[in-house]
């Protein structure tokens, strides 16, 4: 299959490489890198709802100036290549046609729930990220990993596993570490570009998001909702809401912790755990992810959506 997928790109002149909707460090790095292999050849969609949301935390990513938005989306492609995808709910309306009907697609991914909606599905359940699949896969296909691609794919791991605090950091992930930062890129740099590089604004949201917390069943239960007026309120990009749950879960006592955010598409579902399978949760409602780490969408308004999460949440721990 690595074989097929390198003879796919290196034969097509027209290549889109597809991040997930509200991208997050894991699909930007990985499509940056993919990109910086690929060349002038691809285009890079960052799927974001609003055009001018930029997630602004990774604009240091090669490449992702250059990207393509929902209004300067070409029609035409003969290579997709969805990237960190867990299923093609995560792709909006507009390229999951341009997705669908193209001759040749494919999906590299690392979530466990991923079935596959590729015509090539190169999925690796359970990985520590798409960035690791992918350094993998250049590996097993002998590809030289430039420095640029070094940046996009050390990004990857580094987001996309807690700045290597969960326990999808295996040995293997620290050994890819190493060799991505014997290739010259400045890991410090990177993890103060991702993590200590903040405007005022999303900090004074993320304060009254986690300010209006609700905490029940003894603590194991943590959730807060996020409101359009809250959104508005401060300007809140996409990219405002990472963290917050994972802040939620850190709180002495808490099993189970997620947020819901309204969107014009229904509520945006981020769960995250200790102990219990998140997916158990999400599965219910469509939606997948990891062990520790999954999400759903759930078209309902933003109470009515906590109320059925809730509902779930409190079943499992009981």
Do not use: W
């Not at 995560?90 to 390229?95: F, G, M, S």
């Not at 009907?101 to 999925?123: L, S």
């Not at 890819?176 to 740099?189: R, Y």
């Not at 993320?206 to 003894?218: D, G, H, K, P, R």
């Amino acid at each position: 299959m690595e074989r097929e997928i390198l003879n796919l790109i290196n034969n097509s002149s027209n290549v889109l490489i597809i991040t997930h909707i509200n991208p997050d460090g894991d699909t930007l790095g990985s499509s940056s890198a993919l990109r910086s292999y690929i060349g002038d050849r691809a285009d890079i969609l960052i799927q974001i709802e609003d055009n001018f949301n930029f997630p602004l935390t990774y604009n240091f990513l090669p490449y992702l100036n250059e990207a393509v938005n929902l209004s300067t989306l070409k029609d035409d492609y003969d290579l997709v290549i969805a990237l960190d995808c867990a299923s093609i709910d995560r792709i909006l309306d507009k390229p999951r046609k341009i997705f669908e009907a193209c001759r040749n697609t494919i999906v590299i991914d690392h979530h466990k729930t991923n079935k596959g909606f590729g015509k090539i599905n190169y999925i690796k359940g359970g990985i520590s990220s798409t960035g690791e699949v992918l350094f993998d896969l250049f590996e097993k296909l002998n590809i030289k990993i430039t420095s640029q691609m070094a940046i996009g794919l050390y990004s990857a791991i580094l987001t996309d596993t807690g700045c290597f605090k969960y326990e999808s950091a295996t040995p293997h992930t620290f050994e890819i570490a190493q060799k991505l930062s014997e290739l010259g890129i400045n890991t410090s740099e990177i993890a103060d570009l991702c993590y200590t590089n903040k405007p005022k604004n999303l900090i004074l949201f993320q304060s009254e998001v986690i300010n209006n917390a609700q905490f029940i069943l003894n603590d194991k239960i943590a959730y807060t909702l996020i409101t359009k007026d809250i959104i508005e309120k401060y300007s809140a990009k996409d990219e405002y809401t990472e963290g917050i749950c994972e802040t939620l879960r850190s709180v002495r006592n808490v099993e189970i912790a997620f947020v819901i955010k309204e969107t014009d598409f229904g509520s945006k579902v981020s769960i995250r755990t200790k102990e219990i399978d998140a997916t158990k949760i999400s599965s219910e409602f469509n939606g997948g992810g990891h062990k520790r780490a999954s999400g759903c969408t759930i078209k309902e308004p933003v109470n009515r959506a906590a109320e059925k999460i809730l509902q779930v949440a409190k079943s499992l721990l009981n």
